[in-house]
């Protein structure tokens, strides 16, 4: 009914980024290269997790999630975003605005818990190894996997309609390069002031409880490398934690800068320059933290490789 009644008001407008700079052909060469290097990263990790069976840990298990979300996340607003720089439009129509609004908003709370759930198992490889094979069996992580995407979802179905539902009586343009919450609500003609109280406080919760849990997994993980006599010990430790936690530093610095400072802290050109950090940048970082950093990736890539050059 909301997609109904909203659609009978036209199409939004999308500003986004290509308006705000003046080569807007080399920008857009750079977003579609930064997009070809991010599936191709995902898709080469994601296949990698699967072919070799040394990968298959509880680790890379929550790794092959994330670069599934990172596969979608980008894939939601990239291509729109192009075709219309390149078709020379900028309409999206309020189905899809709606359908962006809620992918990337699954996307977003899902690896929100997934950050979490990593968190978790470096917490009980690191601090009860002896224990791990049991705290983080194979049902254990289909468990956590699933609550993440769950609770991702729930996020999407919870906000986007509410959001859809606000009578759009001016103008339709967003001063954006996709539909994000706060940059759709700006052109409601109504008072959003009470749903932006809830949608802050909900958002503080989705933080707050992943963020807990990290930094709770963390405080026992670095008492626990404290304790170590083995300087190799401290060092694996510390590598198999630092790709994790410069994931962590990424995302939810974007995400509280977007949703949780006030508004007096926002600009357009700002929000528009965190989006694109965290929604078309980290996709592409991310196989290359967990891969450069990571003796195990590489090698199996290595051996990917070679058995690709092997003669038959």
Known sequence: MWLANQTLDGDFFLLGIFSQTSHPGLLC??????????????????????????????????????????????????????VNQLAKVRTISVLGCGTQMYFYLL?????????????????????????????MNHRACIFLASGCWFVGSLDGFMLTPITMTF?????????????????VLKLSCSDTSVYETLMYLCCVLMLLIPVIVISGSY??????????????GRRKAFATCSSHMTVVSLFYGAAVYTYMLPSSYHTPGKDMVVSFFYTILTPVLNPLIYSLRNKDVTGALKKMLRAGKAPY
């Open 29 to 82: 060469f750079l977003i579609f290269s930064i997009f070809l290097m991010a599936l191709s990263g995902n898709i080469i990790l994601i296949l990698l997790i699967h072919i070799d069976s040394s990968l298959h840990t509880p680790m890379y298990f929550f790794i092959n999630q994330l670069s599934l979300m990172d596969l979608i996340y980008i894939s939601v607003t990239v291509p729109k975003m192009l």
């Open 107 to 135: 996307l977003g709370g899902a690896e929100y818990c997934l950050l979490a759930a990593m968190a978790y198992d470096r917490y009980a490889a690191i601090c009860h190894p002896l224990r791990y094979s049991i705290l």
């Open 167 to 183: 009578p759009f009586c001016g103008s339709h343009e967003i001063r954006h390069f996709f539909c994000e919450v706060p940059a």
């Open 219 to 232: 405080y026992f993980i670095l008492l626990t490398i404290h304790r170590m006599n083995s300087a190799e």
